[in-house]
């Protein structure tokens, strides 16, 4: 059964990502969280949450998170891209999102979409 829920954020969009933490931590609590280190690190900070830590993007977090997405572990993945600066682990990037679309894991890259799925993460 899927049980976790991925969380990553660019550096831009790491405070979007704890205000949304905040906001649906009650169907947060209810998952174990994974997510890239300093993400995960603040989302605990603010929030309380207990977050699983992975390395940092750069430093192969992302590949972390797609190796458990093809174990079918992972339920959803909320991945707040900055969509105007280019990343130096592009390929891992690149990598977790095909991944995601290949497992047909639900995968948010900005708000909009993260808030459209998080209904269908309540548990029932």
Sequence with gaps: MSSIIA?????????EM??????????????HLIATGTTGARINQATGLEVQLMQSGPMG???QIAAQVVEGTVKAVIF???PLF??????????LLRICNL????LA????????????LTPA
């Design 7 to 15: 969380l990553i954020a660019h550096d831009r969009k790491k405070d």
């Design 18 to 31: 704890v205000t949304f933490a905040q906001k649906h931590s009650a169907i947060l609590s209810q998952y």
């Design 61 to 63: 977090g992302d590949s």
């Design 80 to 82: 707040l891209i900055d």
């Design 86 to 95: 280019a990343q130096p682990h592009e390929p891992d990037i690149q990598a």
């Design 103 to 106: 497992q047909q894991t639900p």
């Design 109 to 120: 890259t900005n708000l909009a979409t993260a808030e459209a799925i998080m209904p269908s």
